[in-house]
């Protein structure tokens, strides 16, 4: 089983439709994040949560929003979906003892919002 | 400007061959920095970290030039399962990455 779970793998939705995806691990990390990958612009964070009291605004924020139910759980919401948040979305997670920076990733969510 | 940019390739090359590409990042103030691989539709995964004094591991090489903000990333003899995309990431010390848009590698029977 992976260590960082993604749920759904794949979605298609429509236009003004809610969607939550769903990122759980079992590394123990407390460092969690969520990116959208777009062609030709590499990850781009949307948020990212340091322990289970603390979210933070990434470089994308507009249109998501999160929730970190647990250490474990972190899971990104569009409250009203557009087509321009039709991207592969990842949650990675990272230790907040390790001088790497090394991020973990889920296997990915893609969503397609028509 | 962008943080991290990369030259997308793609670098098509024959097995045993050596390939070579540069990533170029903006914020002097960077403070680490990483090559990441990512294979089709697959999630990205670290390959190596970049030290400033260069660092190899096995048949890759990373070079970090810090006068003129570039990291490299070098492949000897290239093998079929070397084909993916290579990101290049940049610490700015907030813990926050910023990612290239990565450079394709094809290597070829």
């Known amino acids: 089983d992976a260590d960082v779970t993604q749920t759904p793998r794949n979605r298609i939705t429509k236009t003004g439709k809610r969607i939550m995806l769903e990122c759980s691990q079992t590394k123990g990390h407390d460092r969690m994040y969520w990116y959208r990958q777009d062609p030709g612009l590499g990850l781009r964070l949307i948020y990212y949560?340091?322990?289970?009291?603390?979210?933070n605004k990434g470089e994308i924020s507009d249109g998501y929003s999160v929730s970190r139910q647990a250490q474990a759980k972190f899971s990104l919401s569009l409250e009203s979906a557009i087509p321009n948040q039709t991207a592969l979305y990842f949650c990675a997670t990272s230790d907040l003892t390790s001088n790497t920076g090394e991020l973990f990733f889920g296997e990915g969510s893609r969503l397609t919002v028509l | 400007r962008k943080e991290v940019e990369q030259d997308p390739g793609p670098f098509n090359v024959p097995e045993g061959a050596t390939v070579a590409f540069n990533c170029t990042y903006s914020?002097?103030?960077?403070?680490?920095f990483f090559w990441y691989r990512q294979d089709c539709r697959k999630e990205p995964k670290l390959l190596m970290s970049?030290?400033?004094s260069g660092n190899e591991d096995g048949r890759f090489t990373a070079q970090l030039n810090r006068a003129s903000q570039y990291i490299s990333l070098l492949i000897r003899d290239s093998k079929l399962s070397d084909s993916a995309t290579y990101l290049c990431?940049?610490?700015?010390?907030?813990?926050?990455?910023?990612f290239g848009a990565g450079t394709t590698v094809t290597v070829r029977a």
């Open positions: 990431v940049v610490n700015r010390g907030d813990y926050k990455l910023s």
């Open positions: 914020n002097s103030a960077s403070q680490s």
């Open positions: 949560s340091f322990d289970v009291k603390d979210i």
């Open positions: 970049v030290y400033s």
